[in-house]
């Protein structure tokens, strides 16, 4: 049995599958292009520190027969934190100098003298990074210039990831980190006593820090 076909009907049948081939062709086009920009990534997280959660620590040998240890009670700052890519994350910080606490109120007042720290004069020091580079599922090195005494060096954090959640207590979102450094005090203006008092100074960091909501 034959069928006879229009002449009409077969100009048709040909636009109605140009069409649909254009429409395929261009959801093919508008797929790839979604595939080379990936997922959507989220804008670095906003955190501060929980002071009554945070150590911000300091040690040296003193004559080669102990450790002396300081912890600075006050200091602040801001980590932006990119849970997706760590290395665009940054992180500044600032230590008020007078806040040291150390064994003796006569060796807290020779650090705060022009000897050490000069506090008189230079209050605050600062560390803000520079670049922040991951060494493993948990760690990372974040490196930056740290100023004392006015004088600015290079310095380096070791640093490991606790946890990143939402916290039990305050009902944000946290974060958790050790960290560690090491600093050649001369380097700042603080050579005295070197080498009887060792020149290195260890940096111990241990932090919670909790989300800012931005408005």
Same mark, same amino acid.
């Given at each position: 049995?034959?069928?006879?076909?229009?002449?009409?009907?077969?100009?048709?049948?040909?636009?109605?599958?140009?069409?649909?081939?254009?429409?395929?062709?261009?959801?093919?086009?508008?797929?790839?292009?979604?595939?080379?920009?990936?997922?959507?990534?989220?804008?670095?997280?906003?955190?501060?520190?929980?002071?009554?959660?945070?150590?911000?620590?300091?040690?040296?040998?003193?004559?080669?027969?102990?450790?002396?240890?300081?912890?600075?009670?006050?200091?602040?700052?801001?980590?932006?934190?990119?849970?997706?890519?760590?290395?665009?994350?940054?992180?500044?910080?600032?230590?008020?100098?007078?806040?040291?606490?150390?064994?003796?109120?006569?060796?807290?007042?020779? =650090?705060?003298?022009?000897?050490?720290? @000069?506090?008189?004069?230079?209050?605050?020091?600062?560390?803000?990074?520079?670049?922040?580079?991951?060494?493993?599922?948990?760690?990372?090195?974040?490196?930056?210039? =740290?100023?004392?005494?006015?004088?600015?060096?290079?310095? *380096?954090?070791?640093?490991? =990831?606790?946890?990143?959640?939402?916290?039990?207590?305050?009902?944000?979102?946290?974060?958790?980190? @050790?960290?560690?450094?090491?600093?050649?005090?001369?380097?700042?203006?603080?050579?005295?006593?070197?080498?009887?008092?060792?020149?290195?100074?260890?940096?111990?960091?241990? *932090?919670?820090?909790?989300?800012?909501?931005?408005?």
């Amino acid at each position: 049995m034959f069928f006879r076909i229009r002449e009409g009907e077969i100009m048709a049948r040909g636009n109605l599958r140009a069409r649909s081939g254009g429409l395929v062709t261009a959801l093919a086009a508008m797929a790839g292009i979604l595939l080379l920009l990936g997922p959507a990534r989220a804008a670095p997280e906003r955190y501060v520190f929980d002071p009554a959660h945070s150590y911000l620590g300091i040690a040296w040998q003193h004559l080669g027969f102990s450790t002396s240890y300081g912890q600075f009670r006050h200091f602040s700052g801001e980590l932006w934190l990119d849970e997706q890519n760590p290395e665009k994350s940054r992180l500044q910080v600032t230590i008020e100098i007078p806040s040291l606490e150390v064994a003796s109120d006569q060796l807290q007042k020779e =650090l705060m003298s022009k000897a050490f720290f @000069d506090a008189a004069r230079y209050p605050t020091a600062t560390f803000v990074s520079e670049k922040v580079i991951r060494t493993g599922p948990q760690t990372a090195q974040v490196q930056g210039k =740290l100023t004392i005494r006015g004088i600015t060096r290079p310095a *380096t954090l070791e640093v490991v =990831l606790n946890k990143i959640g939402d916290h039990p207590i305050r009902k944000v979102k946290a974060a958790g980190f @050790d960290a560690r450094a090491v600093i050649r005090r001369s380097e700042f203006g603080m050579g005295a006593y070197v080498p009887m008092v060792s020149d290195e100074v260890g940096i111990f960091v241990s *932090t919670e820090l909790l989300r800012q909501d931005e408005k």
